[in-house]
C-alpha cells in the first residue's frame, strides 16, 4: 500500500523512520506524527452486508443468518451496532425461512394453501432464493 499524505496533518512530505512488527514506519516532516501503512484486513462483499441486514430486519436471529450466508454471527452483530439497526418488535408474528431453487419456488406458488394466511418476501440468495413467511403464533 502506498502512503500519499500523512494521517495526521494531510502533508506530503514525510519520511521513512524504521520498521515495527514488519511494517515500515513513517514520520511527517510537518507534525512530526509517527505512522504505518494500514493492515489490509479481509473484506466482505457489501452485497452480503445489505442482504445480512436484510434477514436481520426479517426477524431471523444471528446464527440463522450466519448458517445461511456462511459469515460470522459476531460479525453481522456488528454491522447491527455499526448502522445502529433497530428491528420492529412485534411478538403476534413470527418468521420461517426456506431456500429453494427456481422450480421448487414456483411449485410452490402454485398451491394455493401456501398463499393464504401469512405474509411472504422473497430474496435472492446467490442462485437461489429464500422465502421468507410470518405467521401467527397459535396460542
Not at 436471529?61 to 448458517?67: K, M, P, V
Amino acid at each position: 500500500m502506498r502512503i500519499e499524505t500523512c494521517p495526521n496533518c494531510g502533508s506530503g512530505e514525510y519520511i521513512k523512520s524504521g520498521v515495527v512488527n514488519n511494517r515500515q514506519r513513517f514520520k511527517c516532516k510537518s507534525c512530526n506524527y509517527f505512522f504505518s501503512v494500514n493492515k489490509i484486513g479481509k473484506k466482505i462483499d457489501d452485497y452480503y452486508v445489505n442482504k445480512a441486514l436484510q434477514l436481520y430486519l426479517e426477524g431471523l436471529t444471528y446464527r440463522e443468518i450466519e448458517r445461511i450466508l456462511g459469515i460470522s454471527h459476531v460479525s453481522i452483530m456488528n454491522w447491527v451496532k455499526k448502522y445502529n439497526i433497530k428491528r420492529p418488535y412485534n411478538s403476534n408474528y413470527h418468521p420461517t425461512y426456506k431456500i429453494l431453487n427456481a422450480s421448487e419456488l414456483s411449485s410452490y406458488f402454485q398451491n394455493v394453501n401456501n398463499l393464504s394466511g401469512a405474509g411472504v418476501v422473497v430474496t435472492e440468495l446467490g442462485d437461489k432464493f429464500m422465502l421468507i413467511k410470518w405467521e401467527r403464533f397459535r396460542d
